[in-house]
T-cell receptor
């Protein structure tokens, strides 16, 4: 069974600073996807960034980038130039790269506060 | 495009009652997945519907059942409600025709169920 672990329940940073959220996972699969989702107070789960396990290059989306270490089963999210709108719960998540099983497995989340 | 919609927004029930939650998928999507998010936790996969049939199921008791209609909308039914069923129930839709490729799951805003 796959598991996703987020060891930081809560973090706070000043606006414009850079923050890194940590995530580790456990799987015996070789092909899979990893995600970071953002859930603001509005509750809408929004995909922030996706990483395919077979790609060595780390994914980036504007101010968001990941550090994917496949051997260490580590997948951290870096938010650069943080903004007040980045305040939210952030979930690390895993999905097999197999057609018949595309359920998403989530970690418990990290609550991120961006302070003015 | 209205995105994924869910109804109702909030719901209060008492123990032993039955509840039905509804989800309309994003335009063009034919697959609906349901997740339960307890307070302070990450979402957990309940089940997924495609072509009006349950295609995958997570570790949830038979009290949790679902249905998908020809227009791809879906219902989640929970019988004999327990206090522990209190949670945010999220619906996600995706395109399920070709599962050899990544199909992003788009989430709705959720239904907050409180069981008293």
């Amino acid at each position: 069974a796959q598991t996703v672990t987020q060891s930081q329940p809560e973090m706070s940073v000043q606006e414009a600073e850079t923050v890194t959220l940590s995530c580790t996972y456990d799987t015996s699969e070789n092909n899979y996807y990893l995600f970071w989702y953002k859930q603001p107070p509005s509750r809408q789960m929004i995909l922030v960034i996706r990483q395919e396990a077979y790609k060595q290059q780390n994914a980036t989306e504007n101010r968001f980038s990941v550090n994917f270490q496949k051997a260490a089963k580590s997948f951290s999210l870096k938010i650069s130039d943080s903004q007040l709108g980045d305040t939210a719960m952030y979930f690390c998540a895993f999905m097999k790269h197999e057609g018949r099983d595309d359920k998403i497995i989530f970690g418990k989340g990290t609550r991120l506060h961006i302070l003015p | 495009d209205a995105g994924v919609t869910q109804s109702p927004t909030h719901l209060i029930k008492t123990r032993g009652q039955q509840v039905t939650l509804r989800c309309s998928p994003k335009s063009g999507h034919d697959t609906v997945s349901w997740y339960q998010q307890a307070l302070g936790q990450g979402p957990q996969f309940i089940f997924q519907y495609y072509e009006e049939e349950e295609r995958q199921r997570g570790n949830f008791p038979d009290r949790f059942s679902g249905h998908q209609f020809p227009n791809y909308s879906s219902e989640l039914n929970v019988n004999a409600l327990l206090l522990g069923d209190s949670a945010l129930y999220l619906c996600a839709s995706s395109q399920g025709l070709d599962r050899n490729y990544y199909n992003e799951q788009f989430f709705g805003p959720g239904t907050r169920l409180t069981v008293l």
